[in-house]
T-cell receptor, first 117, second 112 residues
Framework: NAGVTQTPKFRVLKTGQSMTLLCAQD?????MYWYRQDPGMGLRLIHY???????AKGEVPDGYNVSRLKKQNFLLGLESAAPSQTSVYFC????????????????FGQGTRLTVV | QKEVEQDPGPLSVPEGAIVSLNCTYS??????FMWYRQYSRKGPELLMY????GNKEDGRFTAQVDKSSKYISLFIRDSQPSDSATYLC????????????FGSGTRLSIRP
C-alpha cells in the first residue's frame, strides 16, 4: 500500500529553470493538496483540488501552477524557479466523503526538498 | 493576521513531564480541529482530531477545544523521548470542507 508518493525526493534548480513535481495517491481520494513548508512558517497551502479536472488557489499560489488530469495524480509546476521557492513541498490527499468527521485525516507524502540557486 | 497561530518553540522538557501545546485561531467557522505529528524529514501524520468543543483522550494524549475562546490544546502525559517531533495544529470548517489550515508547528524535544 503506497499511499501518497511524491517524485522527485530531492532537486536542485537554477534560477529561471522550470520543473514539475508529481504526486500520486492510490486511495481513490477526491481531495488533493500541495503545501510548502519553510522554517517557522508551518505548512502553507499552495493549490488544492476537490476532484479530477478541478483546481483552486490556496494561501501562496503565486509562481506555481497545478493540474489534475487524472484523479490519482496532482502535478505542481514551477515555470521559472526563484530562490524564494526553495522549500520542502508536501502533497496530501483525503477523501471528500462525509463520515461525520471520520474523513478529516489528510495523508501526506514524504516531501520533495527543492533548492533553487 | 494568520488564521491559525501557534508558538513555534522550541520546547524542551525532561522525560516524564506533562507537555502542553496550544493554538489560537480567528475563524469562527472552524469546527474540526486536528493535531499532526511530524518527525524530522518525514511527512506529517494525524495524531488526534476533535469536533467542536470538548475533550478527547487517546492513551497519553488529550486534545481540548474551547470554541468560545478560539483556543485548542494538546496535552502529552508521561512524555517519552520518542515524542520528540514537531506538532502542528490544523483546522477546517467542516468534514467535507476542502481546505485544511495548519499552524506553524511547535518543535518539541523530550530529554532522557
Amino acid at each position: 500500500n503506497a499511499g501518497v508518493t511524491q517524485t522527485p525526493k530531492f532537486r536542485v534548480l537554477k534560477t529561471g529553470q522550470s520543473m514539475t513535481l508529481l504526486c500520486a495517491q492510490d486511495m481513490n481520494h477526491e481531495y488533493m493538496y500541495w503545501y510548502r513548508q519553510d522554517p517557522g512558517m508551518g505548512l502553507r497551502l499552495i493549490h488544492y483540488s476537490v476532484g479530477e479536472g478541478t483546481t483552486a488557489k490556496g494561501e501562496v499560489p503565486d509562481g506555481y501552477n497545478v493540474s489534475r488530469l487524472k484523479k490519482q495524480n496532482f502535478l505542481l509546476g514551477l515555470e521559472s524557479a526563484a530562490p524564494s521557492q526553495t522549500s520542502v513541498y508536501f502533497c496530501a490527499s483525503r477523501t471528500g466523503t462525509d463520515y461525520g468527521g471520520m474523513n478529516t485525516e489528510a495523508f501526506f507524502g514524504q516531501g520533495t526538498r527543492l533548492t533553487v540557486v | 493576521q494568520k488564521e491559525v497561530e501557534q508558538d513555534p518553540g522550541p520546547l524542551s522538557v525532561p522525560e516524564g513531564a506533562i507537555v502542553s501545546l496550544n493554538c489560537t485561531y480567528s475563524n469562527s467557522a472552524f469546527q474540526y480541529f486536528m493535531w499532526y505529528r511530524q518527525y524530522s524529514r518525514k511527512g506529517p501524520e494525524l495524531l488526534m482530531y476533535t469536533y467542536s468543543s470538548g475533550n478527547k483522550e487517546d492513551g497519553r494524549f488529550t486534545a481540548q477545544v474551547d470554541k468560545s475562546s478560539k483556543y485548542i490544546s494538546l496535552f502529552i502525559r508521561d512524555s517519552q523521548p520518542s515524542d520528540s517531533a514537531t506538532y502542528l495544529c490544523a483546522m477546517s470548517a467542516g468534514s467535507s470542507a476542502s481546505k485544511i489550515i495548519f499552524g506553524s508547528g511547535t518543535r518539541l524535544s523530550i530529554r532522557p
